[in-house]
């Protein structure tokens, strides 16, 4: 073999090596669960509550996996939860993946979810979802960022709560005993306002006798005076009380 077939034989073996190389995927965590903490920076109780609400939302038929990793190498969280999706083949339908990684010296978020789920939301409060956590990120509260990523979708996805009407309140029937109550109610009031009437109109305030009434016409004074002042006369024959009341037409 010449020295020139072996340097393009060793040059074409070196080529194969690099391509295959550079088109192996690199190393991907594996799932172990809906809370995958490969940072340890979860505390029991933090995962107790973070498997509570995941379990909850998986009643209301969501499913949700979280990822906290140190290594990112794409250097692009984006990418990372993309290719975290397609390598854990998560679920095309309601599926929400949350990636917190770490870039450098900075904690980065990134999640991503199935467009029935997308379509449920509206910017505000996916935009305020987002500025939240980074604010938590910023601070370097990674584990409080973490709950508060699964607490928030709690209220997001709950479903809606059947408005409880109450039953009209219907009025009291012509059977029932409050009915009568009412109606006997009611009559005594009337029957007491009638004898208040009668006593104040037609009983003599002196002698207490039945009072007596007659009217009368009466013209205004002048020969052409078009106004007349009807009276009544209440007197008492018992005791001779008078009472005049006038009225002008």
Not at 29 to 38: A, H, S, T, V, W
């Amino acid at each position: 073999m010449s020295r020139r077939a072996f340097w393009v034989i060793g040059g074409m073996i070196c080529f194969g090596l690099f391509k295959g190389l550079a088109a192996e995927e690199p190393p991907l965590p594996q799932p172990i669960g809906e809370l995958n903490d490969y940072a340890g920076i979860l505390g029991q109780e933090s995962r107790q509550q973070l498997q509570r609400s995941i379990d909850e939302l998986k009643t209301q038929g969501v499913k949700v996996f979280l990822l906290i990793t140190l290594l990112d190498p794409f250097s692009d969280p984006a990418q990372l939860a993309e290719r975290i999706w397609q390598a854990w083949k998560l679920a095309p339908e309601r599926t929400i993946l949350i990636v917190f990684v770490r870039e450098a010296d900075q904690w980065a978020l990134w999640w991503k979810l199935t467009p029935d789920l997308a379509s449920q939301l509206d910017y505000s409060s996916t935009g305020e979802y987002r500025s939240s956590l980074e604010r938590l990120l910023k601070e370097r509260r990674v584990g409080q960022a973490v709950v508060h990523s699964i607490e928030s979708l709690r209220g997001w996805f709950a479903p809606p709560k059947a408005s409880e009407e109450l039953p009209p309140r219907a009025g009291p029937s012509a059977g029932s005993p409050l009915f009568w109550y009412l109606l006997a109610g009611a009559g005594g009031v009337g029957m007491i306002a009638g004898l208040i009437w009668f006593a104040l109109v037609w009983l003599c305030p002196e002698c207490g006798g039945r009072l007596s009434r007659r009217s009368a016409w009466a013209f205004g004074p002048g020969r052409w005076a078009r106004s007349r002042r009807r009276e009544r006369v209440y007197y008492c024959a018992r005791c001779g009380y008078l009472r005049i009341r006038r009225g002008e037409r």
